[in-house]
């Protein structure tokens, strides 16, 4: 049974700093792309970031506009892990950030649908 498992949410204040992680068991996702989004309170879940398999030794990563320059994606595919470092943060990244993992079709690789697996979700709330 594949699951997902996000950590590293909480409370900070605007212009600071989080880590958020995402464990992934039951398979290994090393050629498979991983993500990010979010959902902030009454908004529809929207894209964030996501690694995806180029060859043996890259991958590409993509952003969301609001969030390019801010967040970085890395992966360990040792560990099966991948991780959302954010800086700079501000109000409106307030959400709850959820892991998602092997995209169904890449052509929707920016919306929910396009992907498989998801975690349960983390919240990050960022004070003004």
């Known amino acids: 049974q594949v699951q997902l498992v996000e950590s590293g949410g909480g409370l900070v204040q605007t212009g600071g700093s989080l880590r958020l992680s995402c464990a992934a068991s039951g398979r290994t996702f090393s050629r498979d792309s991983m993500g990010w989004f979010r959902q902030a309170p009454g908004k529809e879940r929207e894209f964030v970031a996501l690694?995806?398999?180029?060859?043996?030794?890259?991958?590409?990563?993509y952003y969301t506009d609001s969030v390019r320059g801010r967040f970085t994606i890395s992966r360990d595919n040792a560990e099966n892990t991948v991780s959302l470092q954010m800086n700079s943060l501000k109000p409106e990244d307030t959400a709850v950030y959820y892991c998602?993992?092997?995209?169904?079709?890449?052509?929707?690789?920016?919306?929910?649908?396009?992907?498989?697996?998801w975690g349960q979700g983390t919240q990050v709330t960022v004070s003004s």
């Open positions: 690694t995806k398999w180029n060859t043996a030794t890259s991958y590409y990563r």
């Open positions: 998602a993992a092997a995209l169904v079709n890449s052509d929707y690789q920016q919306r929910p649908e396009g992907w498989y697996y």
